[in-house]
Each structure stands twice: as C-alpha cells, then as structure tokens.
Nanobody
Framework: QVQLVESGGGLVQPGGSLRLSCTAS????????MSWYRQFPGKERELVAR???????NYAGSVEGRFTISRDNAKNTVYLQMNSLKAEDTAVYYC???????WGQGTQVTVSS
C-alpha cells in the first residue's frame, strides 16, 4: 500500500523559512520522480517543484530561487526547503508520486505576521 506522509508545515512570519518533509512507503522510492504541489482555497492544486530520479529539480516560476526540492533515497523522503516566505505562499502543500494518483494528506503552511 502506497503511503505518503507530509510534515513540517506551520505558521511562520514573512521572510521566514520552513522545511517540509514527505516520507514514502509501499513502492521503490528511488525509481520515481517526486513532486510538491500546493492548493490555495477555492483553487486547483498547482505544481511547486519536481525532482527527477536523478535529483534534477524543476520549479514553478513563483518559487524559483526561494524554494529547494531535494530527496534522500536512503530515507525514502523528499524535502521542500522554503525560504523568504511570503504571505502568498500560504496554502496546503502536498507531495505526490509524480505521474500517479498517489498523494499525501497535505500540510498547512501559513505565512503571516
């Protein structure tokens, strides 16, 4: 059974940082690209970042230079380091096994003073 469990969300002030983690089980993690998405209230989920099997990252333009996606195959975990956070980054963040319907439960990130 595939499971993706996110953690690390919370409340942070503008300009602050958070690191999200997503730990996977039930599939050969190292053989799959992984992605982070976010969803604003009333909107569709949007891609934030993706990391390939070979750890090549891609980012949405809105987060380029502020967010960093990485993976640790030994820990079956993908990370999203978020720096210089803005109020408009407030959303629920989800990890996904890329190209599948496997999603985590989501973690809330709130950027507010």
């Amino acid at each position: 059974q595939v499971q993706l469990v996110e953690s690390g969300g919370g409340l942070v002030q503008p300009g602050g940082s958070l690191r999200l983690s997503c730990t996977a089980s039930g599939f050969p993690f190292g053989l799959y690209a992984m992605s982070w998405y976010r969803q604003f209230p009333g909107k569709e989920r949007e891609l934030v970042a993706r990391i390939s099997v070979g750890s090549i990252p891609n980012y949405a333009g809105s987060v380029e230079g502020r967010f960093t996606i990485s993976r640790d195959n030994a820990k079956n975990t993908v990370y999203l380091q978020m720096n210089s956070l803005k109020a408009e980054d407030t959303a629920v963040y989800y990890c996904r096994r890329t190209g599948t319907n496997n999603w985590g439960q989501g973690t809330q990130v709130t950027v507010s003073s």
